[in-house]
């Protein structure tokens, strides 16, 4: 029984993992960044954007902690740390990731996941908007390929790197999934 609500996760979390550029940290499966000591509302923190935000000791850190209000504080101190202007009012990258979330779960949720879960939502959520989305007709007559395009000068994302230019995804049952044509990978998220 347990099983049956969390296979849309791990489907996600294999995307996620599908799309990730191999950068200083290896992507994560969604089942290692759950902390199942914590309440629902806190235990899937770190499954999208934020797994590509932290670094491996704030994920190993997360992970360690063991009780919600611990993991309240936890949350705090991660925004702190990403403060551009900790003397101004407010935290722009964490209202920035707030209200790109929002519109993510709006726009992008499938199957059981939220938007901001999903592989389009995480890539919305790090880089924005994109400029363009185009499709493609499949090569193998499938699901049409979407595609995101990103300018060249593009700022860093929410994760401290730019995006790529471009960004394939499909539909693959119940989730819109990376795609890879020719060989080529989307490379944005862990």
Request: with cysteine.
């Amino acid at each position: 029984m347990l099983r049956r609500p969390l296979w849309p996760l791990a489907l996600a979390a294999l995307a996620l993992a599908a799309c990730a550029s191999g950068g200083a940290t290896s992507p994560r499966s969604a089942g290692e960044l759950i902390n199942f000591r914590l309440g629902p509302d806190l235990s899937h923190w770190l499954v999208g954007p934020i797994a590509a935000m932290a670094t491996p000791e704030e994920v190993q850190g997360y992970l360690a902690v063991g009780d919600d209000l611990s993991a309240v504080d936890f949350i705090e101190a991660f925004w702190r740390r990403r403060d551009p202007d900790p003397e101004a009012p407010g935290n722009p990258l964490r209202l920035t990731f707030e209200k790109r979330a929002a519109d993510a779960d709006r726009l992008y949720g499938e199957a059981t996941l939220t938007g901001r879960r999903t592989a389009r939502g995480v890539t919305y959520v790090l880089y924005g908007e994109p400029d363009r989305v185009e499709y493609e007709i499949a090569p193998d007559g499938g699901a049409p390929i979407e595609v995101w395009h990103y300018p060249e000068d593009a700022p860093p994302g929410l994760d401290g790197r730019a995006p790529h230019r471009l960004y394939w995804f499909r539909k693959l049952g119940e989730l819109t999934v990376p795609y890879h044509p020719g060989g080529r990978r989307n490379q944005a998220v862990p």
